[in-house]
């Protein structure tokens, strides 16, 4: 099992996904609830559409990496984003260009990433990423919390075995505390420079169009692509439709340089 050791009290299970080494790798954040395995076989689909290599790993707290240690930041997100994504990257994929794929948690990790302006990431792509705390995202996660109270959502030990109460409610307690409601991160998106892909269904249950809007109203070169008919997880619901807009939106910028920002 590939393992990588970041401290004593860390060790984060990631997979390599063979691609052509001269292009940029893919490098994919899970769902606030994902693993590696709950992306299922899109990592490898649009590895093989692009000739990329990619690198799919689980979080601290999540799937086969170590639990969490400690109670969750209302700013947690900046944690992964700031602290563990760089560690992983220099890790695995050192001096390497890349484009981060981020689904919801995963995309606001990307968002908080690309506002740093790392030299070596060439674009974005989020699906159901939020930058501010909607009602409807809250009403989401109340009722998720309510089916898992209810011994509903069991199918989430598959994936997290003995860390599935604990990452569960981490991730609701956090976004349902009194502190979080004033969460918000658009006053990093005009610092986003790359290509962002921003991706969201239609249905989306934990978000509306307003957080395509505000990212794409502040982000210099962002495009939306709202998929109709879709909820919270594109990627599942319409993978044909995402791969061949994600692989569009890759392809159109695997040699193209970072423009920098003129205003």
């Avoid at 740093?116 to 989020?126: A, E, N, S, V």
């Avoid at 956090?174 to 921003?198: D, H, K, R």
């Avoid at 990212?215 to 709202?226: K, Q, Y």
Wanted: contains cysteine; hydrophobic residues 40%.
């Amino acid at each position: 099992m590939p393992i990588l050791n970041l401290s004593a009290e860390t060790d984060i299970y990631y997979e390599l996904i063979e691609g052509d080494p001269a292009r940029p790798c893919l490098v994919f954040l899970h769902e606030g609830l994902g693993c590696c395995a709950m992306w299922k076989d899109f990592p490898a689909q649009l590895c093989q559409a692009t000739g990329c290599r990619g690198l799919v790993y689980d979080r601290l707290g999540y799937g086969q990496s170590s639990p969490l240690a400690a109670r969750r930041r209302i700013h947690y997100l900046h944690d992964y984003a700031l602290g563990e994504l760089p560690q992983v990257l220099a890790a695995l994929i050192p001096g390497q260009d890349h484009f981060l794929v981020g689904h919801s948690d995963g995309g606001s990790i990307a968002l908080i990433y690309a506002a740093q302006q790392p030299p070596r990431l060439r674009g974005i792509i989020t699906e159901a990423a939020h930058v501010f705390v909607e009602n409807v995202t809250l009403d989401g996660i109340r009722t998720a919390d309510a089916a898992f109270g209810e011994g509903k959502l069991r199918a989430l030990a598959k994936y997290h075995g003995d860390k599935t109460a604990s990452i569960f409610k981490a991730w609701s307690d956090t976004w349902l505390s009194y502190g979080f409601q004033f969460w918000n991160i658009e006053y990093l998106l005009p610092s986003i420079e790359c290509p962002a892909l921003v991706v969201q269904g239609t249905e989306d249950q934990y978000g509306s169009a307003a957080q395509v809007d505000s990212i794409v109203a502040r982000a210099l070169n962002a495009m939306p692509a709202m998929v109709e008919q879709c909820g919270h997880t594109p990627h599942q619901e319409q993978p044909q439709a995402l791969l061949a807009l994600m692989d569009g939106f890759l392809r159109g910028r695997m040699d193209a340089p970072v423009q920098p920002r003129t205003t």
